[in-house]
C-alpha cells in the first residue's frame, strides 16, 4: 500500500518540486541587479511604512548578500510549499472517497491505521524529496549566481525548514480531510488557508507583536533571517511545531479509525 500510495503521488510530487524550484532560480536572477543598486533600494524600502516591507518581505538584510536575499525568495518557496503539503495532506484520504475505492480498500485485511499510516508515510517521503531538490537547486544556484562561498550548513538548516513548516500543512489537511470528508477542493482549502494567514498575520501582528503572532501562524516559525544570524532555529516555534503536528497526526487518527466514510 506504501509504493502504491508513493507512485500515485509521483506526479504530483515531480510537478510541485519543479515549481519551486523554477521559483528559486527565477527570482534569484534578480540577486545582480538588487545588489547592484542596492543603496538606491534601501533609502526606497525606507520610505514605505512596515506593513508594506514586511508584505514585500524585503529588508535591508536581504540585499547585502545572497544569503540574505535568499531569505526573501525563501518566502515564496515557504508559502507555495505549504500549499503543497496541505493538497497532499487532504487529498490522501480524500481521493479514496472522489474515486469511490474506500468501500473497496476497507475490505482488505487491514486496519484504518496501517492504511493511514502508509499513507503519512509515502506523502512525507514525497515531501522529503521535495526538500532535497530545493535544497540542490539552492546550492547550485546560490555559487553560479554569488560567486561567493556558499556556508551549506546555513542553507540546508533553512531549507529543511521547509520540510518542517510542510509537515505542519500536511497533517493540518490530513485533519481537515477527516474531519470535513465532503470537502470538494483540497485546493480551494490550501489556497484560502494561505490568504487567511497573511491576512490575520498582518490584522494581529500590531495588536499582538510580530513574535507573539507567529505563534498563531505556521509560516513564521521559522525566521530564516534569524537562521542566518545566529545559526540556530527558534526552541519556542520548534516545540510548537512539534506540538502542532503530533497533535494533528493523532487527531486525525482517532477520527479516521471510528468514523463512517464512504464512497462519493
Known sequence: ??????????????????????WIVLISLFY???????????????????????????????LSSYM????FVFKGVVELGAVQAMILGATVLFKERSGKTADFLFTKPVSRKQIMTSKLGAA?????????VCFAVTIMTAIIISGDAVNMIIFFMIDMSLWFVQLIFMSLGLLIAVVFPNMKSA????????????????????VMGGYNVRYLIPFHYFDSEWIVRYGSYEAPFVLTAILLITA???AGYAVYDKKDIHAA
Open 187 to 206: 485546493t480551494g482549502i490550501a489556497v484560502g488557508s494561505l490568504l487567511l494567514s497573511v491576512i490575520v498575520y498582518n490584522a494581529l501582528k500590531p
Open 32 to 62: 545582480p541587479a538588487f545588489s547592484e543598486n542596492a543603496a538606491i533600494i534601501e533609502k526606497a524600502l525606507e520610505s514605505y511604512p512596515e506593513a508594506v516591507r514586511s508584505l514585500l518581505g524585503l529588508s535591508q538584510d536581504s
Open 124 to 132: 512525507t517521503v514525497c515531501l522529503t524529496f521535495t526538500t532535497f
Open 68 to 71: 540574505g536575499f535568499y531569505t
Open 248 to 250: 494533528s497526526v493523532a
Open 1 to 22: 500500500m506504501f509504493a502504491r500510495e508513493l507512485k500515485a503521488n509521483t506526479r504530483f510530487t515531480i510537478l510541485w518540486t519543479f515549481a519551486l524550484s523554477a
